[in-house]
């Protein structure tokens, strides 16, 4: 199980930070993705890093605002969100997918899912 912690409402030119916690043993073998989806619109890949946390990749949309990271040990990844602005609202999931070094963009390459957590950024 994953749970996905940590948005709110946030002025434009904020941060916020989000978690993914995951329960069991297989956190590690996987890549962390972070999905995002505001109303009307289709579920977005924004970043996502490799089981090792040697690799990441972003979305041109966060690149330089966004950084992913995880802690294996605490079988937990995050998102740290600077410089929001008002078209970053959307409700975020994050996601355990992919093998070795690759990390999936597209959504059906993820196997597990939380349950999201809604980030509004107001201008």
């Known amino acids: 199980q994953l749970q996905a912690s940590g948005g709110g409402l946030v002025q434009a030119g904020g941060s916020l930070r989000l978690s993914c916690a995951a329960s069991?043993?297989?956190?590690?073998?996987?890549?962390v993705g972070w999905f995002r989806q505001a109303p009307g619109k289709e579920r977005e890949f924004v970043a996502g890093?490799?089981?090792?946390?040697?690799?990441?990749y972003y979305a041109d949309s966060v690149k330089g605002r966004f950084t992913i990271s995880r802690d294996n040990a605490k079988n937990t990844g995050y998102l740290q969100m600077n410089s929001l602005k008002p078209e970053d609202t959307a409700v975020y999931y994050c996601?355990?997918?992919?093998?070795?070094?690759?990390?999936?963009?597209?959504?059906?390459?993820?196997?597990?899912w939380g349950q999201g957590t809604l980030v509004t950024v107001s201008s």
């Open positions: 996601a355990l997918g992919g093998s070795g070094v690759y990390i999936p963009k597209q959504v059906p390459a993820y196997d597990y």
């Open positions: 069991g043993r297989t956190f590690s073998r996987y890549a």
């Open positions: 890093i490799s089981w090792s946390g040697g690799s990441t």
